[in-house]
């Protein structure tokens, strides 16, 4: 395998787009910061990959004014998945092992604000027999939830704990949507929402915009001092038959760990909605007590659908650049239940290679 | 670092239809995985790794229908990809899971691109009004029948070049089981004689619109070489440009030709003219199949109607384009580019049956999608590359 790096990041998160800028225009400045952190021009990229979907927009074909924002005359070498941004980047990491090219730039983004969430993913389930009957995913995600609770895998006050830690980190987060740790016994004192989660229990609906910078080898040094090294990556998805599945496990994600080699990291970016499963990502994955989750915040500070997986990636990378951690994961969820899992190990070595 | 050498050595295709009442769209799908899985010798339990492809979710009305498909695709318990470049996805959907095994990442992998149209309504599926956005042009072809006026105006094409075009692949198409279309007697003559729909493109010079599916097993170097007849991988490309910009030519679009450019280079080819010996080439609108002759080099600028009238992409020409019938005769858009690959690699592995073409060596798969934006292309061989 080559040696491929993150060396580019950039992000916003909103609870609202601000007017109604269209996705070109939110794009825009964010590929602004990626030449500004790489020193390059659009010519420098080899390839290009967004990830988005189109029920977020209430339209077809959403991706196609996007690729107006990386200004497409000349053409580009591009594609795009309709999926979280981490899907995105995978698909570019693997055109870079191909050994066509040696820099990508991956984006994606998505207006939240425009439809009711929860009923707009409810669009995602089986058509035929579940999506008439429209449980939305607040109502998947508290059952599950619940699940948990009554198999004692976890209980109301560990979820709060998860709550008081993330959205005390996130004060530190500058793109932070909701903040403020507050106490774990007043978390518990707040009303419910959808009986076992209380509001602080799901991410907030979030409009918003990622982009991150792939390099392989020396071009990934000349941009950066410590390249966050891709050093193992993987992904794997479950069924989603909500009746036959153990909603308190997610086996994607302990295969996605497993294939990427999880071992020894420090930081943790988990990108878990809903605060039981990041504590059904923590044993997915094996991740010891003394590893630390979510610095950012993680979703339940900011949840921009299609790119709040790629910002986990993203996040862990900034931890490799700024030297203050040297082995991280970044993790991407999708579908109800985290049907679908990605995880990505950075390094601030390469030795190895990923595997 | 290159790239690792890979092969197609499954392809399976659905009975193309207008409406598959028989089969969801996961029943869909699986007939044309298992078509495949067969043709590889394979089952599901070998593949590491899977790839779907279609176009808008709007068409079913399922957001991300991959997720629930996921068991009926075999992906439980594997890594799943889920490509979208609107008409040009199940090229590129194709192009992705060859770069799996490419990358020297998974060594056995599964792809399947889908349109079940009748689930839903393509027409308005497109037709969602947003702020901001040009209004919509009732239609494809609304959107392209100005560039097949502007070719006209430009290379002095007579009128009925789109006709010989049309015939010609709907008489291919009788050829073909899977063919969705099957009009029989279909002539310049009768095509001519059908009603335009949006001037100069007439009711029989369009595509249909259908409910299929298609599906290819993609291997590493060793499998495929114990294969008995693998369609090896030459070259594969996409490029993009925008929708609009005052300097698009959307006659021959620059991203076409930068493609072509790269892809022959890419596979080896000086003169794909006299080297490809069978084209599938994405024509939706029949007038598409002079243009893209054009623009991927196998025509002069403004020459690519001779071609088609003096016979060479017939089925007996030199250069056959669509010897399947095409997007012409079947039109499940999602898979449509995927069929397009599918069949230039059925081509070079000799099984096409009625429509094989004797000897075919080398073979263009093509599409393109949005407005004359995305393209993807493959060249696939009988024989391994040697670059």
């Not at chain 2, 009004?129 to 392209?144: D, I, Q």
């Not at chain 2, 790269?262 to 794909?272: C, H, N, R």
């Amino acid at each position: 395998m080559r040696d491929v790096a993150v060396v580019g990041f950039a992000q916003r998160q909103m609870e609202e787009f601000d007017g109604s800028p269209t996705c070109v225009e939110l794009l825009v400045p964010l590929f602004a910061e990626c030449y500004e952190q790489t020193g390059w021009t659009r010519r420098d990229i080899g390839f290009w990959c967004s990830g988005s979907s189109d029920y977020l927009a209430g339209r077809s074909f959403s991706f196609v004014q996007a690729v107006d924002a990386i200004g497409v005359i000349p053409p580009v070498n591009e594609s795009h998945v309709e999926m979280d941004l981490a899907w995105a980047m995978y698909e570019a990491w693997l055109k870079i092992q191909t050994g066509e090219v040696e820099t990508a730039l991956v984006y994606a983004f998505g207006k939240s604000s425009a439809g009711l969430l929860r009923r707009t993913l409810a669009l995602q389930l089986e058509p035929y027999t579940m999506n008439p009957l429209w449980p939305d995913t607040v109502s998947l995600a508290g059952l599950q939830a619940r699940a948990g609770i009554d198999a004692g895998a976890w209980d109301e006050r560990a979820m709060a704990e998860v709550v008081q830690r993330s959205l005390t980190a996130a004060e530190g987060n500058e793109h932070a949507v909701r903040k403020g740790g507050s106490s774990v016994d007043e978390l518990l004192a707040r009303p419910m929402y959808a009986d076992p989660l209380r509001k602080h229990d799901c991410a907030p609906v979030t409009d918003g915009a990622a982009a991150i910078v792939l390099a392989a080898g020396d071009k990934a040094r000349e941009v950066r001092d410590n390249p966050a090294w891709i050093t193992g990556i993987g992904h794997s998805i479950d069924a989603m038959s909500m009746g036959t599945r153990d909603l308190t496990r997610s086996p994607s994600a302990q295969r996605a760990a497993a294939a990427a080699g999880v071992d020894g990291v420090e930081v943790a970016e988990l990108h878990a909605p809903f605060s039981h499963q990041e504590i059904v990502l923590r044993r997915e994955l094996g991740l010891g007590d003394d590893v630390q989750v979510n610095p950012s915040g993680g979703a339940l500070a900011g949840n921009p659908m299609f790119s709040a997986g790629g910002i986990r990636v993203g996040e862990a990378a900034r931890r490799i650049w700024d030297g203050s951690a040297s082995r991280t994961l970044g993790h991407a969820t999708s579908g109800p239940a985290l049907q679908q899992n990605l995880v990505c190990v950075l390094d601030a070595s390469t030795t190895g290679g990923a595997r | 670092m290159s790239k690792q050498p890979a092969a197609v050595v499954g392809i399976g295709q659905t009975h193309h239809r207008s409406k598959r009442e028989d089969v969801s769209m996961a029943g869909l799908c699986r007939e044309a995985i298992d078509r495949a899985l067969e043709d590889a010798g394979m089952t599901l339990e070998e593949i590491d790794a899977i790839v779907v492809g279609k176009a808008p979710d709007l068409f079913e009305g399922v957001m991300m229908p991959e997720l629930f498909l996921a068991e009926a695709l075999g992906a439980a318990g594997k890594p799943l990809l889920r490509v979208h470049t609107a008409g040009s996805v199940g090229g590129s959907t194709s192009i992705v899971a060859a770069s799996l095994v490419q990358a020297g990442v998974h060594r056995k992998v599964l792809t399947v691109a889908y349109e079940k149209q009748s689930e839903s309504n393509a027409m308005w599926a497109l037709s969602v009004p947003v702020p901001f956005s040009m209004p919509v042009h009732a239609g494809a072809g609304g959107y392209f029948a100005p560039h097949v006026r502007s070719y006209i105006r430009r290379s002095g094409a007579p009128e009925h070049i789109g006709a010989i075009v049309a015939a010609k692949d709907r008489t291919n198409a009788l050829k073909n089981p899977y063919a969705h279309l099957r009009n029989e007697g279909t002539t310049v003559e009768s095509v001519m004689a059908s009603q335009i729909l949006w001037d100069p493109i007439r009711y029989d010079e369009t595509c249909p619109s259908s409910d299929g599916a298609c599906a290819m097993v993609i291997v590493a170097e060793d499998i495929a070489a114990s294969s008995p007849n693998p369609a090896w991988i030459h070259g594969t490309v996409m490029r993009s440009e925008a929708t609009t910009a005052a300097e698009r030519d959307q006659v021959n679009p620059q991203a076409s030709r930068d493609a072509a450019a790269y892809l022959w280079k890419q596979a080896g080819i000086t003169d794909p003219r006299k080297e490809i010996d069978a084209a599938e080439i994405y024509v939706p609108f029949s007038w598409f199949e002079p243009m893209w002759l054009e623009s991927l080099g196998f025509a002069e600028i403004n020459e690519g109607w001779k071609l088609t009238e003096s016979g060479a992409t017939a089925m007996d020409g030199d250069i056959p384009v669509n010897s399947s019938g095409g997007v012409l005769s079947s039109n499940p858009i999602g898979a449509s580019g995927m069929l397009r690959f599918g069949e230039a690699a059925m081509q070079v592995r000799g099984q096409a049956g009625e429509h094989q073409i004797d000897g075919a060596r080398k073979a263009l798969g093509h599409a393109y999608g949005g407005g004359s934006q995305f393209f993807s292309m493959w060249v696939v061989g009988a024989d391994k590359p040697s670059n």
